[in-house]
C-alpha cells in the first residue's frame, strides 16, 4: 500500500525557514518524480515544486522561486522541500503526491503550515 | 499558464439525482483530471486522462469532454458523493487546477 506521510509543518515567523519532509513507502520511491501541492485555508489546490526521480530536475511555481528547495533522498524515500524567506502568503497545508502520466496518483495527509508574528 | 474554470461553484442534490460538474480550459488539454476532497481530508485521484475511474471510485461517476470543456457526471446522487471536486490539467506546464466545486447533499 502506498504511504506518503508529511511532517515539519507549523508555526514561523515571516522570513524565517522551515523545512518539510515527506515519507514515502509501499512503492519504489526512486522511480517517481515527486511533487509538493498546496492549499491555503478555505482555499483551492497550487502546485509548489517537483522534481524528477533521480533529483536531477526541479521546478517551481514563480511565487517560490529562490525560496524554497525541493530535494530527496531516494535511499531514505523521503522528500523535503526548505522553505525560506516565508511570507504570510505561504499560510497552508502542504501535501506531497506522487506523479502518474499528467495526474497526482496518491497524496499524503498532509502538513500545515502558518506563517505570523 | 492555463487557467481552469469551473462551474458551478457550488451547487446542493437530492439522493438520486444526475449532477454534472463543468471544467473549462483556457486553452486545449490532452487530458483533464479530478480529485474528491472530503471536509478535512486529502484530496484523492477520482477520474484521470480525462474518462478513467481511479481505483475504488463507484461506476455511478464518469468523465468526458475534449479540447477546452470537459465533464464529471455523477448518474445517481448519493450521500457519500458530497464533497469538493476539483479539476487539473498536466498537459502544460505548470500543473494547474480549477478552484473547485463544492458539492452538498440537498
Known amino acids: 500500500e502506498v504511504q506518503l506521510v508529511e511532517s515539519g509543518g507549523g508555526l514561523v515567523q515571516p522570513g524565517r525557514s522551515l523545512k518539510l519532509s515527506c515519507a514515502a513507502s509501499?512503492?519504489?520511491?526512486?522511480?517517481?518524480?515527486m511533487h509538493w501541492i498546496r492549499q491555503a485555508p478555505t482555499k483551492g489546490l497550487e502546485w509548489v515544486a517537483s522534481i524528477s526521480p533521480s533529483g536531477g530536475s526541479t521546478y517551481y511555481r514563480d511565487s517560490v522561486k529562490g525560496r524554497f528547495t525541493i530535494s530527496r533522498d531516494n535511499a531514505k524515500s523521503t522528500l523535503y522541500l526548505q522553505m525560506d524567506s516565508l511570507r504570510s502568503e505561504d499560510t497552508a497545508t502542504y501535501y506531497c503526491?506522487?506523479?502518474?502520466?499528467?495526474?497526482?496518483?496518491?497524496w499524503g495527509p498532509g502538513t500545515m503550515v502558518t506563517v505570523s508574528s | 499558464e492555463i487557467v481552469l474554470t469551473q462551474s458551478p461553484t457550488t451547487m446542493a442534490a437530492s439522493p438520486g439525482e444526475k449532477v454534472t460538474l463543468t471544467c473549462r480550459a483556457s486553452s486545449s488539454v490532452s487530458y483533464m483530471h479530478w480529485y474528491q476532497q472530503r471536509s478535512g481530508a486529502s484530496p484523492k485521484l477520482w477520474i484521470y486522462?480525462?474518462?478513467k475511474l481511479a481505483s475504488g471510485v463507484p461506476n455511478r461517476f464518469s468523465g468526458s469532454g475534449s479540447g477546452t470543456s470537459y465533464s464529471l457526471t455523477i448518474n445517481s446522487m448519493e450521500t457519500e458523493d458530497a464533497a469538493t471536486y476539483y479539476c487539473q490539467q498536466g498537459s502544460s506546464y505548470p500543473n494547474t487546477f480549477g478552484a473547485g466545486t463544492k458539492l452538498e447533499l440537498k
Open positions: 486522462e480525462t474518462s
Open positions: 503526491a506522487t506523479y502518474g502520466y499528467g495526474y497526482f496518483d496518491f
Open positions: 509501499g512503492f519504489t520511491f526512486s522511480n517517481y518524480g
